[in-house]
């Protein structure tokens, strides 16, 4: 297999470049959404599912669909814009790469040792109430973190607001809908198929890979699918409910750090019996708020409405 694995690093580093040396745009989005799906099979040939998953899930889909409708709504044809001279898109790649080398070198050189973070997050895993390390670091051993990424999100979001940038007009509407008796056959398939697969990534991810971020991006997948077939639409209005829905994952994963204080003792210590219920009720609630934002972060509107059936 280490032809294999030779090969689809030489083949990834090849598209990599060939992105940042396009000068035709549509085609570098395309090529960039390749690179993520190999990159999620290299994720996976090193042993990193969840990176793997959340990978293909984001890195390859929402973004390379993102950025596919960012090339729609500008409305311009490639070539009518300013591209960057060839000698800048060279000293910009060989930087990338350059960089990618010095980290790696760093990387390497780290020291291990038996008392290394990821070896004293196995060491107790059990404590954690979960047989999924990279579950039991994120909400247990790194909580902190995760309810960071969780307010980061959220100012992503807060941002597109404050750019006012609409692009669901450009990407869907009447004409999505028509033309073609597969897409509404596709979406009875494929989005009840899709929202049971996140439902179930998100229970998966205490004992296997999976978890809030993937089962959520897969939630919001459904979501896009949705809106390109002009099934769901950007709103202007604001919507109390789907506000709650925002910042529902940071709020139970707040109150559940806060109202445990008098239990343990220190903010965000859960009690042994109370463990995997509360990583339930939190990484449920994470993946919910983490798939609405992700949907309004495509359709760049302040909320969602109904499109005709």
């Known amino acids: 297999m280490i032809v294999v694995d030779t090969l689809a690093a030489l083949i990834l580093v090849v598209l990599a470049w060939r992105c940042l040396l396009l000068t035709d745009l549509f085609r570098s989005i395309v090529l960039f959404i390749v690179f993520g799906l190999l990159m999620a099979l290299a994720w996976a040939r090193l042993d990193a599912p969840d990176l793997a998953l959340a990978e293909a899930a984001i890195g390859a889909g929402l973004l390379g669909v993102l950025l596919l409708g960012t090339w729609r709504a500008m409305g311009s ?25 010095l980290v790696g070198i760093a990387l390497h050189q780290l020291p291990v040792s038996e008392q290394a973070a990821g070896a004293l997050a196995l060491e107790r895993l059990d404590e954690a109430a979960t047989q999924q390390p990279v579950t039991a670091v994120l909400l247990n051993f790194r909580s902190y973190d ?157 909320g969602l409405r109904r499109g005709p059936a």
């Open 77 to 101: 044809p490639d070539g009518d814009h300013r591209q960057p001279g060839r000698a800048l898109q060279v000293i910009a790649a060989g930087g990338g790469m350059v960089l990618a080398v």
């Open 146 to 302: 995760t309810l960071l990424e969780m307010g980061v999100l959220l100012m992503a979001l807060l941002g597109t607001w404050l750019a006012r940038v609409p692009l669901m007009e450009s990407l869907s509407g009447d004409d999505a809908s028509r033309g073609t008796e597969l897409l509404p056959v596709a979406l009875r398939v494929f989005v009840p198929v899709m929202l049971l697969v996140g439902a179930y990534l998100i229970w998966a991810g205490t004992h296997s890979p999976g978890g809030a971020f993937q089962g959520g991006a897969v939630l919001a997948a459904a979501g896009v699918l949705l809106a390109l077939a002009g099934r769901l639409r950007g709103d202007t209005g604001d919507s109390l409910p789907l506000r709650m829905l925002l910042v529902l994952g940071l709020t139970v994963f707040s109150l559940a750090g806060l109202l445990l204080i008098p239990l343990q003792g220190a903010f965000m210590a859960y009690p042994p019996t109370l463990i995997y219920p509360v990583m339930l009720i939190v990484e449920y609630s994470l993946a919910v708020s983490i798939a609405i934002t992700l949907v309004l972060l495509y359709t760049g509107s302040r």
